[in-house]
Structures are given as C-alpha cells and as structure tokens.
C-alpha cells in the first residue's frame, strides 16, 4: 500500500510506506501515549459533546497511540508519560532540526521477530503494524492539547482506579 500525498504525510505502515495526512494539520505534532490511556481518552473524548478528537495513529508493535495536535504543541507539552514531537506532516521528528530544513522520507518498518522454528503457525500473533484508528477526513483537522490533556489525566485516573479495585 503506497499512500503519499503532495500535502505531507505521517506514519508508516509495516512496509514502511507512509500514511496521508491531507490539507491544514500536514504539519502537525505527534502526542505519543501508552494504548490503553490512549484508548480511554479517544472514548472520553468521543462522549463529550463539546470535545472534538483529530486523526488517531495506532502502533501495535509499539502498543501506542498518537493524536495529531496543533504545530508548536511540543514545545510545550510536558504530560508525563507522554511525548509530544514535532513531525512537520513527513513521519519522521524533527526536534532540533531547523524549521526549513526538508525532512526525508520516512524509515522503513523493521522486519517482524522471528517466532522461531519451533513455535506451532498458530500460536503466533504478530501484531499489525501502524494504521489510523482515526483516519484523516472522519475527524476534526487536529486535537485540541487542553483538551487531550484533560482526557489523558481523565484516563490515567480511570485505569489507576481500575487497577487498584480490591
């Protein structure tokens, strides 16, 4: 699957071609979490009327997830637990490059482990690669980082509850 655009891309999938991210939020930042908050905050925000939650990338392999944000929110993004890159839309960061600068094009994908001659086909569960949750174009252009701030703290008290139950 080759999916590039002149507008900017984001992401790759596990042939390490990269994912489109179309029009204004090309050159956006990346908010990295843990899958599971991740997730509890896509449903936090999806229930609140007032939220509005931009593209969602989820990586298997890394078990996390990734909301576009507004270019400029990594500068001051400081959630812990959390990153925040600056991507400038091309699928690969650049902290500490200069803003014109080109950025290249993404790394491929590493190869999957290998499970080993003697782990039966079926027992093996090789996660998928990268892939929107969220696709460009079903969603808002990008989301909100108060707002994303207040549904990760929302779900890390979720799951902190849930875990801690008796």
């Given at each position: 699957m080759s999916a590039t655009n002149e507008s900017g891309?984001?992401?790759?999938?596990t042939s390490g071609?990269?994912?489109p991210l179309p029009g204004a939020a090309a050159g956006c930042d990346l908010v990295t979490v843990p899958a599971r908050q991740g997730l509890e905050a896509v449903?936090?925000?999806r229930r609140d009327a007032d939220a509005s939650v931009?593209?969602?990338l989820h990586d298997n392999r890394c078990r996390t997830l990734g909301f576009l944000v507004p270019p400029g929110t990594a500068?001051?993004?400081d959630l812990p637990g959390s990153s925040c890159t600056r991507t400038l839309g091309r699928g690969i960061p650049t902290d500490g490059l200069a803003d014109d600068r080109p950025?290249?094009?993404a790394a491929p994908a590493p190869p999957p482990p290998d499970p080993g001659p003697t782990a039966p086909a079926d027992l093996v569960d090789e996660p998928p690669g990268t892939g929107w949750l969220l696709?460009?174009?079903t969603t808002g252009q990008v989301t909100d980082p108060a707002v994303l701030r207040e549904a990760l703290g929302r779900a890390a008290r979720m799951i902190e509850a849930a875990d801690?139950?008796?």
């Open positions: 891309r984001v992401g790759a999938d071609n990269v994912l449903d936090i925000l931009g593209p969602v500068e001051g993004w950025a290249g094009p696709p460009p174009g801690n139950r008796c």
